[in-house]
Antibody
Framework: EVQLVESGGGLVQPGRSLRLSCSAS????????MHWVRQSPGKGLEWVSH????????TYADSVKGRFTISRDNAKSSLYLQMNNVTAEDTAIYYC??????????????WGQGTTVTVSS | QSALTQPASVSGSPGQPITISCTGT?????????VSWYQQSPGKAPKLIIY???RRPSGVSNRFSASKSGNTASLTISGLQAEDEGDYYC??????????FGGGTKLTVL
C-alpha cells in the first residue's frame, strides 16, 4: 500500500524552528517529485514547496522563501521540511504529497494524513 | 503567486450535473497542461480526481470530467450523488516553477 506518514508537528513559539518529516512506503520514493502543502484552520490549500526526485530542482512559495528548507533522503524514503523563524501565519496542517509522475511533474496523487503546526506564544 | 479563482460554493440536486470553474492567468492555467483537481471531505486529506487537465486516476468515477479553455479550467460532475459533497480545489503549475491552488469551492448536494 502506498503511504505517506508525516510527523514533527506541534506547538512552537513565534520565531522558533521546527522540522517536519514524511516517511514514504509502498512505492519507489527516489522516482518521484515530492511536495509540501498546508491548510490553515478553516482555509484552503496552499502549496508550500517542491523537491524533484533527485533534489536537483527545489521551489518555494513566496510566503516561506528564505525561512523554510525542503530536503529529501532517498535512501531513507523520507522527505523533510525545516521551518525557521515561524510566525502565526504558519499555523496549519502540513501535508506531504507524492507527485504522480515518474521523474516528471504531473500532479499530487498521494497525500499523507497531515501533521498540525501551531505557532503561538 | 495569486490563488486561482474559483466560486466559493455551488450546489445541485442528485442526478444533476454541476460545473466548477477555475480561472488563472497566462502564467499558470493558460500556459501549462499541469492542471489538476482535488476533492476534500471534512477532516480528510485531499484526493486527486483529475490531472493533466482532463485525465482521471484509476479508481475515480467517470462522472468526473474536466477541460480547459484559455486561462480557465473547468470540472464537471455529472449525475451528482450525496457522496460528492465536499470541497474542490483546482491547482496549476506556475511559470516561476511553483504551484498555485484555487481558493476552493464548497459543493452542496441538495
Amino acid at each position: 500500500e502506498v503511504q505517506l506518514v508525516e510527523s514533527g508537528g506541534g506547538l512552537v513559539q513565534p520565531g522558533r524552528s521546527l522540522r517536519l518529516s514524511c516517511s514514504a512506503s509502498g512505492f519507489t520514493f527516489a522516482d518521484h517529485d515530492m511536495h509540501w502543502v498546508r491548510q490553515s484552520p478553516g482555509k484552503g490549500l496552499e502549496w508550500v514547496s517542491h523537491v524533484s526526485w533527485d533534489s536537483g530542482t527545489i521551489t518555494y512559495a513566496d510566503s516561506v522563501k528564505g525561512r523554510f528548507t525542503i530536503s529529501r533522503d532517498n535512501a531513507k524514503s523520507s522527505l523533510y521540511l525545516q521551518m525557521n523563524n515561524v510566525t502565526a501565519e504558519d499555523t496549519a496542517i502540513y501535508y506531504c504529497a507524492k507527485d504522480k509522475g515518474v521523474w516528471q511533474l504531473v500532479g499530487m496523487d498521494v497525500w499523507g494524513q497531515g501533521t498540525t503546526v501551531t505557532v503561538s506564544s | 503567486q495569486s490563488a486561482l479563482t474559483q466560486p466559493a460554493s455551488v450546489s445541485g440536486s442528485p442526478g444533476q450535473p454541476i460545473t466548477i470553474s477555475c480561472t488563472g492567468t497566462g502564467n499558470d492555467v493558460g500556459s501549462y497542461n499541469l492542471v489538476s483537481w482535488y476533492q476534500q471531505s471534512p477532516g480528510k486529506a485531499p484526493k486527486l480526481i483529475i490531472y493533466e487537465i482532463a485525465r482521471r486516476p484509476s479508481g475515480v468515477s467517470n462522472r468526473f470530467s474536466a477541460s480547459k479553455s484559455g486561462n480557465t479550467a473547468s470540472l464537471t460532475i455529472s449525475g451528482l450523488q450525496a457522496e460528492d459533497e465536499g470541497d474542490y480545489y483546482c491547482c496549476s503549475y506556475v511559470h516561476t516553477g511553483g504551484w498555485v491552488f484555487g481558493g476552493g469551492t464548497k459543493l452542496t448536494v441538495l
